[in-house]
């Protein structure tokens, strides 16, 4: 174990994809995972059963990012079930994309409402949970590199991410008193079901083909970076960036 044993952990978004693939690695590190879904209820279950043959205990919370009197509700449950929370990971997101001209007024504030202020709300939460019990804490936010780089077709996914960061960092300078921790991690281009709504498999091993890896990221590898953000290996780490591109961003 490197540094989560016995520690309770949230992920938000953790039916599939990147919020799975962290919900798996905090567990294998130690951590005891309440799975966040808003809807695919039936793949929650199935994260849930994949911690729990792991070796530790998982409970599935359903609730919709974007609400707020929802995202209290969520941590108050898992502090209930579980015991306390250690660990939030912000990882919930959602994306429209669309040229800039095309965009809509409601494109905007659902992407932002789901993307930037679940993440808020889901943190404050969180953090005044972690702040009330004095022994220190975890928030790892998942933005991606949007925040950094402008993708066409995605300015509201863009503008949400590049958001987290700097909310991210702002959060970490109030919360050093306290000690509780609080990074990013920015995955690049990752091969998850999310992306397949809006690529072929060919187009997504043609696209991988032609990153300086020469593939797509994963899950799990996404998963190991948060992970270690929130074990005490990162002790001494607030206010960074990890990003896990595979050089996506250095050769742009």
Same mark, same amino acid.
């Given at each position: 174990?490197? *540094?989560?044993?016995? $520690?309770? +952990?949230?992920?938000?978004?953790?039916?599939?994809?990147?919020?799975?693939?962290?919900?798996?690695?905090? /567990?294998?590190?130690?951590?005891?995972? &309440?799975?966040?879904?808003?809807?695919?209820?039936?793949?929650?279950?199935?994260?849930?059963?994949?911690?729990?043959?792991?070796?530790?205990? +998982?409970?599935?919370?359903?609730?919709?990012?974007?609400?707020?009197?929802?995202?209290?509700?969520?941590?108050?449950?898992?502090?209930?079930?579980?015991?306390?929370?250690?660990?939030?990971? /912000?990882?919930?997101?959602?994306?429209?994309?669309? =040229?800039?001209?095309?965009?809509?007024?409601?494109?905007?504030?659902?992407?932002? &409402?789901?993307?930037?202020?679940?993440?808020?709300?889901?943190?404050?939460?969180? /953090?005044?949970?972690?702040?009330?019990?004095?022994?220190?804490?975890?928030?790892?936010?998942?933005?991606?590199?949007?925040?950094?780089? =402008?993708?066409?077709?995605?300015?509201?996914?863009?503008?949400?991410?590049? *958001?987290?960061?700097?909310?991210?960092?702002?959060?970490? +300078?109030?919360?050093?008193?306290?000690?509780?921790?609080?990074?990013?991690?920015? =995955?690049?281009?990752?091969?998850?079901?999310?992306?397949?709504?809006?690529?072929?498999?060919?187009?997504?091993?043609?696209?991988?083909?032609?990153? =300086?890896?020469?593939?797509?990221?994963?899950?799990?590898?996404?998963?190991? +970076?948060?992970?270690?953000?929130?074990?005490?290996?990162?002790?001494?780490?607030?206010?960074?960036?990890?990003?896990?591109?595979?050089?996506?961003?250095? $050769?742009?």
């Amino acid at each position: 174990m490197r *540094g989560l044993a016995g $520690k309770i +952990a949230l992920v938000t978004g953790a039916n599939r994809g990147i919020g799975k693939g962290c919900a798996l690695e905090l /567990a294998r590190e130690g951590a005891d995972v &309440a799975i966040n879904y808003r809807s695919h209820a039936a793949e929650a279950e199935e994260t849930a059963a994949e911690v729990r043959a792991l070796g530790r205990r +998982a409970i599935v919370v359903g609730a919709d990012i974007s609400q707020r009197a929802a995202d209290e509700a969520m941590i108050a449950r898992t502090i209930a079930e579980l015991g306390r929370l250690d660990v939030l990971v /912000a990882n919930a997101a959602f994306s429209i994309r669309k =040229p800039f001209l095309e965009l809509s007024e409601d494109d905007m504030n659902v992407t932002l &409402a789901v993307s930037l202020m679940g993440a808020f709300h889901c943190c404050q939460f969180a /953090a005044r949970h972690m702040v009330e019990r004095g022994e220190g804490g975890s928030l790892v936010i998942v933005s991606s590199i949007h925040a950094v780089l =402008p993708f066409e077709n995605a300015v509201s996914y863009n503008v949400a991410k590049a *958001g987290l960061n700097h909310m991210a960092r702002s959060i970490a +300078a109030e919360m050093t008193p306290h000690r509780i921790r609080v990074n990013i991690v920015e =995955p690049g281009w990752t091969d998850t079901p999310g992306e397949r709504q809006f690529y072929t498999d060919e187009q997504l091993r043609e696209g991988g083909a032609r990153l =300086p890896w020469g593939r797509l990221g994963t899950s799990e590898e996404i998963g190991r +970076a948060v992970a270690f953000l929130a074990s005490e290996e990162a002790a001494y780490i607030t206010g960074s960036v990890l990003r896990v591109d595979g050089g996506y961003v250095v $050769k742009h």
